[in-house]
């Protein structure tokens, strides 16, 4: 599912005195110039925390659920442009026992309807990512109705991963720009070699198409990607958009997550330098000045660094 291309442009306002003392305190530490514009979050260990419990694996999903409205707020808070949370993958779909399934849908229609009036509270809009029509349409019908909802709130996109899979997305997104490009093959009356040939295959295929053609094409990529309950993978979550986002990895289970370990995350990511395979900018312009010309270094290399036995003569 896409979201409708007509949302709001984002309007920060001063809600910093709603976060808890606690909170406070640690945003004080903050940068506010560099909070990030996009957070996305794997809330793993719903199952571990209940199993420490000795409670039924559902029970850990409930009360990951009520962990998902406390972070929103505390990021809608501190004005997070966008906070996307894999709630539910495409894989958790087709491997999970049908009761686990049936039990998580259960879940996100009851969230959804018990807390839509806070999401307008707290001025965040409710989008989805992910293969929605896959899921069963009662469910479908109340996400839509809690999208259409919230969907004229100016402040943070929370989105909800849904039946997600990042592998899945890119085939659905090389699927679409195939489909609009045999369309306009159509529409002018040509092949599509043809229409191919006339702009050149560079010029209609580059990475900005495909970003475009993403469920996320209207949001900018993840800054931080948080994981909890301490794995070290990213099970198939947005792959594409996450090539040089800053990772957070917390043994805290995802239940016991709450906006103040949003806040820690955030607070590691701004000591973070982050480079986009460049040099940082901590690489100054003496730096710079201070590097030998290339024609000077490309003499080193012949002269220290070749084997004397293959040095030319
Ligand atoms: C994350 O918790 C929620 C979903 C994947 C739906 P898990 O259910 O994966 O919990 P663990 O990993 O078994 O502890
Ligand atoms: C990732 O967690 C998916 C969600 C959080 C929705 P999983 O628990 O499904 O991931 P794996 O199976 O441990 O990689
Ligand atoms: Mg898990």
Same mark, same amino acid.
């Given at each position: 599912?896409?979201? @409708?291309?007509?949302?709001?442009?984002?309007?920060?306002? @001063?809600?910093?005195?709603?976060?808890?003392?606690?909170?406070?305190?640690?945003?004080?530490?903050?940068?506010?110039?560099?909070?990030? =514009?996009?957070?996305?979050?794997?809330?793993?260990?719903?199952?571990?925390?209940?199993?420490?419990?000795?409670? $039924?694996?559902?029970?850990?999903? =409930?009360? &990951?659920?009520?962990?998902?409205?406390? !972070? !929103?707020?505390?990021? #809608?808070?501190? /004005?997070?442009?966008?906070?996307?949370?894999?709630?539910? @993958?495409?894989?958790?779909?087709?491997?999970?026992?049908?009761?686990?399934?049936?039990?998580?849908? $259960?879940?996100?229609? #009851?969230?959804?309807?018990? /807390?839509? $009036?806070?999401?307008?509270? /707290? /001025?965040?809009?409710?989008?989805?990512?992910?293969?929605?029509?896959?899921?069963?349409?009662?469910?479908?019908?109340?996400?839509?109705?809690? #999208?259409?909802?919230?969907?004229?709130?100016?402040?943070?996109?929370?989105?909800?991963?849904?039946?997600?899979?990042?592998? @899945?997305?890119?085939?659905?997104?090389?699927?679409?720009?195939?489909?609009?490009?045999?369309? +306009?093959?159509?529409?002018?009356?040509?092949?599509? +070699?043809?229409?191919?040939?006339?702009?050149?295959?560079?010029?209609?295929?580059?990475?900005?198409?495909?970003?475009?053609?993403?469920?996320?094409?209207?949001?900018?990529?993840?800054?931080? !990607?948080?994981?909890?309950? &301490?794995?070290?993978?990213?099970?198939? *979550?947005?792959?594409?958009?996450?090539?040089?986002?800053?990772? *957070?990895?917390?043994?805290?289970?995802?239940?016991? *997550?709450?906006?103040?370990?949003?806040?820690?995350?955030?607070?590691?990511?701004?000591?973070?330098?982050?480079?986009?395979? &460049?040099?940082?900018?901590?690489?100054?312009?003496?730096?710079?000045?201070?590097? +030998?010309?290339?024609?000077? !270094?490309?003499? +080193?290399?012949?002269?220290?660094?070749?084997? $004397?036995?293959?040095?030319?003569?």
């Amino acid at each position: 599912m896409r979201a @409708s291309t007509t949302r709001p442009v984002f309007q920060p306002c @001063s809600r910093l005195h709603e976060l808890s003392a606690e909170e406070a305190a640690l945003y004080a530490q903050l940068d506010p110039q560099k909070i990030p =514009q996009h957070v996305a979050i794997i809330m793993d260990g719903n199952g571990r925390w209940a199993g420490k419990r000795a409670l $039924k694996r559902f029970l850990g999903h =409930q009360q &990951g659920a009520e962990s998902v409205q406390f !972070v !929103v707020e505390t990021a #809608s808070r501190i /004005n997070l442009p966008f906070i996307t949370l894999y709630a539910f @993958s495409l894989e958790n779909n087709l491997r999970r026992p049908k009761s686990e399934v049936n039990f998580l849908m $259960k879940l996100l229609r #009851s969230y959804l309807v018990g /807390n839509v $009036k806070r999401m307008n509270d /707290n /001025n965040v809009r409710m989008e989805y990512i992910g293969r929605i029509c896959e899921l069963p349409s009662e469910v479908q019908d109340t996400m839509q109705w809690a #999208s259409e909802a919230t969907a004229r709130n100016t402040g943070t996109t929370l989105t909800l991963a849904l039946n997600y899979g990042s592998r @899945s997305e890119i085939v659905d997104a090389a699927r679409k720009i195939l489909t609009d490009l045999i369309a +306009e093959a159509h529409q002018r009356g040509c092949s599509l +070699e043809d229409l191919i040939q006339v702009d050149g295959l560079e010029a209609r295929l580059d990475e900005h198409h495909i970003s475009g053609a993403l469920y996320t094409a209207h949001m900018p990529d993840p800054d931080l !990607v948080i994981r909890t309950s &301490g794995e070290q993978r990213i099970s198939n *979550f947005l792959l594409w958009q996450i090539a040089y986002s800053e990772i *957070f990895i917390t043994d805290r289970l995802w239940p016991d *997550f709450r906006g103040i370990h949003l806040l820690e995350a955030i607070q590691n990511y701004q000591k973070r330098e982050r480079r986009f395979g &460049g040099l940082g900018e901590t690489f100054t312009d003496e730096d710079l000045d201070a590097l +030998e010309p290339a024609a000077e !270094v490309a003499e +080193e290399i012949v002269t220290e660094l070749t084997p $004397k036995q293959l040095a030319p003569r």
